[in-house]
Nanobody, 115 residues
Framework: QVQLVESGGGLVQPGGSLRLSCAAS????????VGWYRQAPGKQRELVSF???????NYEDSVKGRATISRDNAKNTAYLEMNSLKPEDTAVYYC?????????WGQGTQVTVSS
């Protein structure tokens, strides 16, 4: 079965850092783009970052300079590293893999930035 499992979320203080992981199974991970999205209470889900299958990364303006997306195809895993975290980064973060005829989502991991 196709699965995406996020990990690495939790409670961090403002200015802190997190590394989120997205482990994939049941798919040909290497041919898919990977995206990280987030959704705060009462707000629309938004794209944070994505990386193409050839390794080209994009970032939403609010996280540019603070986030790094990467992938390790040998481990079927993608990552999102964030630093200088702000309270407004608080959200449920979702991993998505997608390509032609393929669109898979994880269940999300909570990131809370608070002192």
């Amino acid at each position: 079965q196709v699965q995406l499992v996020e990990s690495g979320g939790g409670l961090v203080q403002p200015g802190g850092s997190l590394r989120l992981s997205c482990a994939a199974s049941g798919m040909n991970f290497g041919i898919n783009a990977v995206g990280w999205y987030r959704q705060a209470p009462g707000k629309q889900r938004e794209l944070v970052s994505f990386i193409t299958r050839d390794g080209v990364a994009n970032y939403e303006d609010s996280v540019k300079g603070r986030a790094t997306i990467s992938r390790d195809n040998a481990k079927n895993t993608a990552y999102l590293e964030m630093n200088s975290l702000k309270p407004e980064d608080t959200a449920v973060y979702y991993c998505r893999t997608f390509g032609v005829g393929r669109d898979y989502w994880g269940q999300g991991t909570q990131v809370t930035v608070s002192s």
